[in-house]
């Protein structure tokens, strides 16, 4: 067994492991946006019913309706368990929620209030403990509140917010502890494949989540329920492999063979975690224009993913009329596309840095310009083609295809700028990011009362605007460089030698001074 292990690239494993760690975070993070569209009752204004061979491209979308299903033309029941299989029911007689557009968007939104608040606590833990347990353990937590939806969501809405409030907690730990993780195992000639391959595990988590989603509550007997309970079970059985297979760092390794070991010293310079680390540097940090550009770039990104996360499968629902079959499948497709894109790019721009072609700083500002620009036009483009179906969901795939830019560039900066503290980094990136995630869901439900294209062209013509201002900063500020407080020792030594020098050139030069006053 020891043999046959040995011919398993270790890093690799680590690799594949964490991927499949952040596809279990996504998948429990957005499937409530698509299983919403079945928990609640279906909301169908009054003149929706108008002749459906009319295209509205600038109101409501045609909606098809037979004459046994005439009494969903009235307005929102007051009741949550509607007998009638029209307006209170899914296929199984299973009942749904009055939860108006506003309560929708809080409970959405809930999930990261709870996710901004440990990721920064969630990098010191994993610079200190490891990257390994600090991921497991929040992945097992938000694994047991994913099982615990169902239940909590019959109590009310105000319960299941608190719980997705909760299970946010949990999985704010993930991307710092990641990037421990990868500082300790990602050669800096793989870092580009290495981390994209990780943080793929994003966009197949939002294909899984939608596709997946819709499969079961269409054909598994039990409806939306069984959504939580297959992604709760499924994210446990990944915590039992995780703590089988993974390690800290490349030293404490049973497994590793000894070439890998020596070419990970080699490449990477160390295989222990430094646990002599000094406090981290908060005041260089926070003068880094490098980090701050960072920084809002990555959240005018996360605008724009947790607007789609979150809010595409309403817009198919509600606005273009999908089914939940049709809407799990065609909701998954545009991050089909981002994760081909991602994997693609970052395979184009480690070629291009190891080739001398072109430096990391000028492939992560031109990649971030890409994946903003795109999926900003994406989504205009999909508002302004109102009720065609086939062209609204090409261009949609078109644009978040094009997001995929972004993970060999804002998703990995973080490691470019400071590998010893790029957890850290990571915090307060995904931390700041998250306002987004807070704001998008419950703007989205604000903006969008009647659900009609004009309604969500606003919402999109928001993300266009953000996604563009917060592109230009990076190009401007932004940078692919390790910065000099990344050994914080060396740089306070640098800068004491600076002191001195300085202090000793003007000891000089006031002893010139003074030897010329006493010549004359």
């Not at 966009?203 to 499969?215: A, E, V």
């Not at 596309?337 to 991602?342: D, L, N, P």
């Amino acid at each position: 067994m020891k043999t046959n292990s040995r011919r398993i690239s270790q890093r690799w494993v680590m690799a594949v492991m964490g991927m499949l760690g952040v596809t279990m975070a996504y998948v429990m993070r957005a499937c409530l946006g698509i299983t919403l569209t079945q928990m609640v009752m279906p909301v169908v204004e009054q003149g929706r019913h108008s002749d459906p061979l009319t295209v509205v491209k600038h109101d409501f979308c045609p909606l098809l309706v037979t004459a046994g299903h005439s009494s969903m033309a009235s307005n929102r029941t007051t009741s949550a368990t509607i007998t009638a299989p029209a307006q209170g029911r899914v296929h199984d007689n299973r009942p749904r929620f009055d939860w108006d557009e506003e309560t929708q968007g809080e409970v959405l939104s809930a999930f990261y209030y709870g996710y901004i608040l440990t990721h920064v606590p969630g990098g010191v833990l994993s610079q200190r403990y490891g990257g390994k347990h600090t991921m497991g353990f929040g992945i097992l937590c938000t694994a047991i509140f994913t099982l615990m939806t169902p239940f909590v969501a019959y109590i009310g809405s105000k319960p299941l917010t608190y719980l997705r409030f909760i299970e946010g907690l949990g999985e704010g730990m993930t991307f710092p502890a990641l990037c421990t993780l990868l500082a300790q195992w990602a050669p800096p000639e793989e870092k580009g494949k290495f981390a994209t391959l990780v943080f793929a595990g994003a966009q197949i988590g939002n294909i899984l989540s939608n596709f997946l989603s819709g499969f079961i509550m269409r054909y598994i007997p039990g409806g939306w329920p069984n959504v939580f309970y297959f992604f709760g079970g499924v994210s446990i059985i990944w915590f039992l492999l995780w703590c089988m297979f993974v390690y800290n760092d490349p030293n404490s390794h049973p497994f590793i063979s000894d070439e890998e070991r020596a070419y990970l010293k080699k490449s990477i310079g160390r295989l222990e975690r430094k646990k002599d680390l000094t406090p981290t540097p908060w005041k260089s940090i926070l003068r880094s224009r490098p980090v701050w550009a960072l920084v809002i770039a990555g959240a005018g990104h996360d605008w724009g993913a947790f607007t789609l996360i979150s809010d595409l499968p309403k817009y198919m629902s509600d606005v273009l009329h999908f089914s939940v079959t049709e809407n799990g499948f065609l909701s998954s497709i545009p991050f089909l596309g981002q994760w081909a894109t991602s994997v693609a790019a970052s395979v184009l721009a480690d070629r291009l840095i190891s080739n001398g072609m072109m430096n990391v700083t000028n492939i992560r500002k031109i990649y971030a310009i890409i994946g903003n620009l795109g999926p900003a036009m994406g989504v205009m483009c999909a508002s302004f083609v109102g009720c065609n179906k086939i062209l609204a969901t090409l261009c949609f795939t078109l644009g978040v295809a094009l997001m995929g830019f972004c993970y060999p560039s804002l998703r990995i900066n973080s490691l470019d700028l400071s590998p010893n503290y790029s957890a850290t980094l990571m915090g307060m990136v995904n931390g700041i990011g998250c306002l987004s995630g807070m704001a998008t869901p419950y703007l989205v439900g604000i903006l969008t009362p009647n659900r009609t294209v004009l309604e969500w062209r606003l919402v999109f013509w928001i993300m266009v605007i953000i996604m563009v201002s917060t592109s230009i900063i990076f190009v401007l500020f932004g940078s692919g460089e390790v910065q000099p407080w990344d050994d914080i020792k060396q740089y306070r030594l640098s800068e004491n030698e600076k002191e001195t020098k300085n202090g000793e050139s003007d000891a000089i030069q006031l002893k010139s001074i003074e030897d010329g006053i006493t010549s004359k």
